[in-house]
């Protein structure tokens, strides 16, 4: 790759993340509630990070799924509470994702259609995959609960009414 499609690539990629971010931010004037304006700067401090920390991925396809996932983050509604914790629990983790220097978890692949299923329900999923002895994720509590086969580890996670999610995770060289 030369340099003049190196910078070719940059300048896409920074249009549709600008894009992105200027339509988020006509659109979150409406709000008026401090606590959404709170996570409105939250999504928006966040958005900006990604804008620069995205251009260190290798790959293109990477850079893609990458600004595929901002862009759906950018298109969900602002107007309900949840819709807008949900929206950046996702961006705070693709934000920490991306200092890695590469994607991984649920980013590998493009997001799906229609609405997201809370962060944490859809880490759950990812996990209950690659461990199949897990019990299957729902959303109803416990989300997850397992006991390793030597009896010296403990993992369960429930939620908590509206609030979020307990993660509780023990471990003992005797036992539990």
Known sequence: MNIKSFFTIVKKHLTI????FAYTITKQKKLETPMSYKDVEEFKIALKEIAYTSLNLTSEYDRVRCAE????LCGIA?????DCKVRN??????KITLRSGLL??????LPPDGDL???????GQEIVKRIPSLSDVGPIAPYM???SQDGKAYLSIKKIGG????CYMAVSPDGI
Do not use: A
């Open 89 to 94: 629990d996702y961006i705070q983790y693709l």
């Open 17 to 20: 993340l600008t894009s992105c």
């Open 69 to 72: 996932w901002v862009r759906k």
């Open 117 to 123: 299923k809370p962060l944490s329900e859809h880490l």
């Open 104 to 109: 991984h978890g649920i980013f590998m692949h």
């Open 163 to 166: 609030k979020g999610v307990f």
């Open 78 to 82: 602002t107007d309900n509470l949840e």
């Open 145 to 147: 609960k397992y006991q």
